[in-house]
T-cell receptor, first 115, second 116 residues
Framework: NAGVTQTPKFQVLKTGQSMTLQCAQD?????MSWYRQDPGMGLRLIHY???????DQGEVPNGYNVSRSTTEDFPLRLLSAAPSQTSVYFC??????????????FGQGTRLTVV | AQKVTQAQTEISVVEKEDVTLDCVYE???????LFWYKQPPSGELVFLIR??????QNEISGRYSWNFQKSTSSFNFTITASQVVDSAVYFC?????????????FGKGTTLSVSS
């Protein structure tokens, strides 16, 4: 099982560039979310989704857009990258209806550097 | 607003010592979920445990045990007879019941270093 797959694993952007971090899960989970991890800050919630067509903001949503057109995919878009967005990004999925109810499965992370 | 506090930034112990990682949370919800995750040096996030707010039973899994006390809003994690492989960053997290497993609010983490 692939679980939660994030691409790319590493990315360097110039300030002002745009890009999309991809996240796909093959567990048919309803819930998906994006976090960023910065040194000394733990993981902070960016956006989350409880189903296709439904998204909501987390703790640090500014500068990021999301959409959820399918159950499997939850891309995170940076419209105009800033150095403050240099971070490690994690995508996660979970389901209230599975044997692993409520456990969040995380991807391997995307290390993004904005120069 | 929800908040998770892990007051211990770093802990260093010698192998075979017991160690307790503290977690204090704040929420206005009456029903919620608490989690512990481990992040080893390789960087992935490993699920350790989930606890419902209405289940205050303590839990033991091998060398790991968890003490949930609603009265003090704490969900502490103890490793008995620590090993070098326990060296990692440990995160405590909280989510509302209606969004259980998603929209996690994490503490800042406790870095545990176990030396031989």
């Amino acid at each position: 099982n692939a679980g939660v797959t994030q691409t790319p694993k590493f990315q360097v952007l110039k300030t002002g560039q745009s890009m999309t971090l991809q996240c796909a899960q093959d567990m048919n989970h309803e819930y998906m979310s994006w976090y960023r991890q910065d040194p000394g800050m733990g993981l902070r919630l960016i956006h989350y989704s409880v189903g296709a067509g439904i998204t909501d903001q987390g703790e640090v949503p500014n500068g990021y857009n999301v959409s959820r057109s399918t159950t499997e995919d939850f891309p995170l878009r940076l419209l105009s990258a800033a150095p403050s967005q240099t971070s490690v990004y994690f995508c996660a999925s979970s389901s209230p209806n599975s044997r692993d109810s409520h456990e969040a499965f995380f991807g391997q992370g995307t290390r993004l550097t904005v120069v | 607003a929800q908040k998770v506090t892990q007051a211990q930034t770093e802990i260093s112990v010698v192998e075979k010592e017991d160690v307790t990682l503290d977690c204090v949370y704040e929420t206005r919800d009456t029903t919620y979920y608490l989690f512990w995750y481990k992040q080893p040096p390789s960087g992935e996030l490993v699920f350790l445990i989930r606890r419902n707010s209405f289940d205050e039973q303590n839990e033991i899994s091998g060398r790991y045990s968890w003490n949930f006390q609603k009265s003090t809003s704490s969900f502490n994690f103890t490793i008995t007879a620590s090993q070098v492989v326990d060296s990692a960053v440990y995160f405590c997290a909280l989510s509302e019941a209606r969004q259980a497993g998603t929209a996690l609010i994490f503490g800042k983490g406790t870095t545990l270093s176990v030396s031989s």
